[in-house]
């Protein structure tokens, strides 16, 4: 509930955008996994902003600072405490904003929900919460990897962009090699002119992150309401932008037959498995030993550079031109974060099936 | 985590499809609250099979039993329990099953996790389950209703029958006067048909609930891990069948402009209100006053009158061909399990931020 | 919280006194377990009421259902749900209770808390929902021998006659051979007697009873605030009319110095052990491989064949005397209690802890 | 479970004794409450070592550093993180201690629990860990004393030297004006003594700290497995050092007769009250509007400055004398820790039951 997520593996967050720090503590992580510091640092930066003409230009320190429960490199099994200092903070930019709330935004909600709010480039509410999932996930990842498990996500869409190739014929390892994180290298022209173009018009763009885990063994995630589909499902809808969440054919399973998607058995190399994988590596909450297939849609960012109505706090009409330096698309800065909440779940469902 | 789902009201369920009995503990549900165990009954009776001739044959005795927490028709405040016997086991029926995996079913996972399982009918991943979900969502939506705030699940898609319209131009208290549980009356013919057209070929259509709660006031639901969506994902998903989730435009945002779906505010009657609904009333998290709008996408029925290729618990490959009595579609039966979720969702939601 | 008890496996009860029935579900207890279900009804009818001239009267049906989770004597990972039905219950004894706050027991707490409640024999706060834990506590216990680990609860004091002898040289497996369950056979007359002796006097009589759990490995418990001790405290203190709980030597530490009391480390039979038990078989929250020593005290029944002063639901002043039949003393049917609540903390702890 | 405490109000703490920082996130805190940071760091500072002659000559530096969840001295309703880094490390002190496991303490237990252990200072099992309940727990009590409620803790043993008073007689508002932090002002000669005489003999005391809440009002606390005395053991036991719990009358309660210690309900300014309080405040796990009363008995320091038996990591027999810098008596420092875990209880509690 509210800043913790997951059962034995269990990550708090904390932190406003322009406070002093965000953190986290992720507790339950086993003893003795040795983290190499350099390749955690090098998933971190992934999810910085100014790294490329996509991103937005503020210049973001995300110098990790841990302060627990790591000791000459390796994890004690106590509780992992880090922070990351918030620097280049121009709070002024925002003082328009304590009395304004931005449509589409957190603003309105947690002033209702709180009485108050840090009203500073979102305050808790903000994507810069998302800097502790994606620590956290790397800790998580490199466990994941030395168990022979390995999650990749990717940008699968962005605007009316769409890869439609399957991840089968794709490298997913070269998925930070381009700047929209995309594995189809034809698809990184449209889809940078995409932004670029709606960018000059002021707008904003929507897309979809596709994330695959595999090496996953059969017999991971618990029944009934712990299902690892609803795990998964909660983790990907706490990121902020997301709006969908499917695995497997998802929604297209709607106007499907039965016979056609049914993913029958066979054995293989003295296992159990489907001839097929429409579900997606899951059966009644439980991996399969399949590849976990799963996608997140995410909205357009909400801040616009037009005018748009709104209220104040007194109940007042009036209109909002967004300033400051904002993404046109939520999607390549959210493709390590929807890596770092499959990372997380599959480790923690794991650690729950004794893994 | 497992077999329980909530925080302040917490749902614990129990029951394997052709064991004694399938059951429930509905713990933190506030005291004095009146139950009508009318009104009660007949939602139970929504989700029960053998109702149409769209639905299995099967007769399931729904036949609720309280066992305590409530005394004279009052809540007292205290767990209500309740179990719902099985009858009409004819369990006879699944023999063949003890050696052998039905494909797309959970069958072989829970054999993968646990060692052993309970072949009769599904054992617990039965959706025969979710009749302790009812049972309780019905619990959960007098109580809303108390409060003001109405949860209506309807189908919107069956196979290619798609309800395009607004469920703002429909009238969603006569959902379940006909047997697919569609509001629009000018699309049941078409359900019904193309249910009888896939039953006829021996084939299963999958589908799309939608579901939309109103009268929620802004404020409720957690920051950052708890979001209210993050919480309805986590519920939906835990429905057996469910393979995805979104609200609001959900995956339809995907290839919008931040301009074209933008909620702006405005006042109406004195408070915050925005002039489209396209976030589907959560922003981060946290209601905004506006309608809760969501999707639920089902796969098709697994089970075929068809012969598919599987794998028997020795490792031998196998054919199997279903016997017994199964729906051709998920979603008529699933509309009041939406609606139970959303339910218990929201009201837990409601009761962790004071309301 | 509330009504549920545990991490890893997790106990909910349900059920009034004088309602439909007493329930549990417990959820996460591993699967393929064999259950001997005579033992099982052999340990839960050592809580049963009736039983001798010490205990109430009052004939309680202690008759276990099982519902689920259980399949031809084996597990199946499932939660395990149970029902005792209430029977012989002369809820018109206790019409006087509807009006009237019983001194020393939980009507006014409830009244207060919940606006309602139910004055048949103390409602949800009757001794009577300890059944579900002895039930659950049964089979934890059935596992925890299969991993080689023994929990044996005894009377260790009743009004002033007090077991001063070490459990190490008693037979702690006589302890259910007399109506008292102390494992001196010496005491157990005096104890008798002074329990008539009370009787007589329409008076009750507090008492503390003591539990070992034998064989548990190091590495059990968790740092911090999961702490064994702790764990252990809070379940020991859920059992109504229980008072204290102390472990190792407990309250008799606070007047010894350090030297007196340190537990030297010495290798034995090639594991670390040490030369003395003062701690409790607990350090720094996790078992060390000794014994775990524990105690809890109980308060007299609050129930009195006097008259005493109390008030009534209008806030007038009153008088009451009990009528029905009740304990002389909490301690001999708590045994099986805290035998227990120690049996499923234990058990916790150790699935927490991978064993 | 593990590094987290707490229901609504929830607080996990990290930090090892010679890492860089121990921490804390206190989660569930209201919005809009001001923080009078001045009286925190005063609060803090009492549990602080290095003081006065009685306590450990190490300094450490306890400087809190808020960094989130409070912005111009008010609360925002999101998670408060802080940090307190470890300064004075001597770390050199300690490290005989990689190899050998100081008898008494958790080195032995953490090495079998996680193969691993920072053996600096007791690492994660150090008393210093308790600076973040400290911290949290000043949070709470400012909290509490805006809705009315006070917590005292108070040393009323040191090794034989016993407080027979009740607090009733003495002023809480004194206990701080003296280093044994004994609120009779007769015994803080006896006490302090009793601890220069052991320091003399290189040896350790044990005792006793008691704790009172006044102001809380009837109905908070959850019946059952939630009882308030539940979460309170709970609290305490997960104190270092701390071997008992018990509340009211607690284990005195053992040879006393019902007739004698029965709290007679009256009424007083038109609220129900009793007449006595053996009960400790609480009825069926519920306040009932009394006081409550409770006690945690703590054993002597395990850190003795003479040789002592042991075995180091191989499994050889060995001897160690204690070096470094230690207190000889842990309960002078734990009163601030138990009130601070007292407060974050009753808080908890206060939230979960809508106050």
Chains 1, 2, 3, 4 share one sequence.
Do not use: W
């Not at 002093?20 to 971190?44: C, H, N, T, W, Y």
């Not at 994180?181 to 979809?208: F, K």
């Amino acid at each position: 509930m509210k800043n913790e997520i997951g059962n034995i593996l269990r990550l708090t967050t904390f932190g406003e955008s322009h406070g002093v720090a965000i953190g986290g503590v992720l507790d339950g992580f086993p003893a003795r996994v040795k983290i190499s510091m350099e390749r955690l640092r090098e998933q971190v930066a992934r999810r910085r902003p100014g790294q490329s003409a996509l991103t937005t230009q503020r210049r973001e320190s995300d110098d990790v600072e841990f302060l627990s429960g790591i000791m000459d490199g390796v994890t004690l099994g106590t509780p992992i405490g880090f922070i990351v200092r918030n620097a280049d903070q121009r709070s002024a930019d925002y003082d328009e904003l304590r009395q304004v709330f931005r449509p589409s935004h957190a603003d309105y909600t947690y002033q209702a929900k709180f009485g108050i709010r840090d009203h500073r480039g979102g305050g808790r509410a903000s994507a810069r919460e998302t800097v502790a999932r994606v620590v956290a996930g790397a800790l998580a990842g490199q466990l994941l990897e030395q168990k022979g498990v390995t999650v990749s996500a990717y940008t699968s869409q962005i605007g009316d962009v769409r890869l439609e190739r399957s991840y089968a014929e794709l490298d997913l390892t070269a998925v930070y090699d381009n700047d929209v994180r995309c594995p189809d290298s034809a698809l990184v022209a449209p889809m940078t002119e995409a932004l670029a173009s709606a960018r000059m018009q002021h707008d904003t763009l929507g897309g979809i992150v596709s994330c695959v885990v595999s090496g996953l063994p059969a017999g991971v995630g618990e029944p009934v309401f712990g299902k690892l589909q609803a795990c998964l499902a909660s983790a990907m809808m706490s990121i902020p932008a997301a709006k969908g969440f499917d695995y497997g054919l998802g929604f297209d399973f709607a106007n499907r037959r039965g016979s056609e998607v049914v993913d029958e058995f066979v054995m293989r190399d003295g296992k159990v498995r489907t001839l097929t994988n429409y579900s997606g590596g899951i059966q009644g909450g439980i991996s399969n030993g399949e590849d976990i297939v799963m996608r997140v849609a995410f909205k357009p960012i909400a801040t616009l550079m037009r005018e748009v109505k709104t209220v104040d706090l007194d109940g007042n009409e009036t209109t909002l031109v967004a300033r400051g330096r904002h993404d046109v698309c939520a999607v390549p800065r959210a493709v390590p974060v929807v890596e770092a909440m499959a990372a997380l779940t599959v480790l923690d469902a794991m650690l729950e099936a004794g893994f």
